[in-house]
C-alpha cells in the first residue's frame, strides 16, 4: 500500500487555472467595490451640504400660516436684514440699484420669479421701497418669503 500520485490529471494541486489561459498577465476585472463606496460618501456629503446651499444671509423672517410653494427654479431672492440693507442673492446691493440689476440678471424678462424676504425686524418702509422699485421696473411675479407658524 503505497502512496501514489493523484489521478485527477493535470498535476501540481497548488497551480490555479486563469481564464483564457494567461499565465502571470494583468487582471483585467474591475473591482466596483471602492467606486461604490466613494460614490456613497459624495452621496451623503450633498445631501447634507445641500440644504445650507440656500440663501446665505442670516435673517429672522417673519412666521406666517401660509403654505410652502413648489417651485421647479430656483428664483431671484432679494433679502432686507434687520438694520436695512439689502441683498441680491447673496451680494449687497444699494436699493437704488435693484430695479436695473433685476433687469440685467432676469432670464425670462418680466416674467421672473423674484422673492423677497424680510427681516421681521426690518424697517418696513425699506421692505416697500424695495418692493415699489422692484414693481416699477416692471416684474410682476414678486413674493414675500415667511416662515411657517409651529403649532396652532
Known amino acids: 500500500m ?3 500520485a493523484p489521478s485527477g490529471g493535470g498535476g501540481g494541486g497548488n497551480r490555479r487555472r486563469r481564464r483564457g489561459g494567461h499565465r ?3 487582471i483585467s476585472e474591475i473591482n466596483v467595490t471602492p467606486l461604490v463606496d466613494v460614490m456613497l460618501v459624495l452621496l451623503i456629503i450633498f445631501m ?3 440644504p445650507m446651499m440656500t440663501v446665505g444671509v442670516p435673517i ?3 412666521e406666517t400660516q401660509a403654505k ?9 431672492t432679494i433679502s432686507v436684514k ?3 440693507t439689502a441683498f441680491l442673492q447673496e451680494t449687497p446691493i444699494p436699493v437704488d440699484e435693484i430695479a436695473a440689476k433685476l433687469e440685467a440678471i432676469a432670464t425670462t424678462g418680466y416674467n421672473e420669479r423674484i422673492f ?3 427681516d421681521s425686524a426690518a424697517p418696513y418702509g425699506v421692505i416697500a421701497d424695495v ?3 422692484i414693481q416699477g421696473a416692471g416684474f410682476k411675479n414678486i413674493g414675500l418669503v415667511t416662515q411657517e407658524k409651529k403649532g396652532p
Do not use: H, K, W
Open 82 to 84: 434687520n438694520d436695512g
Open 131 to 133: 418692493m415699489a422699485r
Open 68 to 76: 410652502a410653494l413648489n417651485s421647479e427654479t430656483q428664483p431671484i
Open 24 to 26: 502571470g498577465g494583468a
Open 48 to 50: 447634507v451640504a445641500a
Open 116 to 118: 423677497v424676504r424680510g
Open 60 to 62: 429672522d423672517l417673519p
Open 2 to 4: 503505497g502512496m501514489g
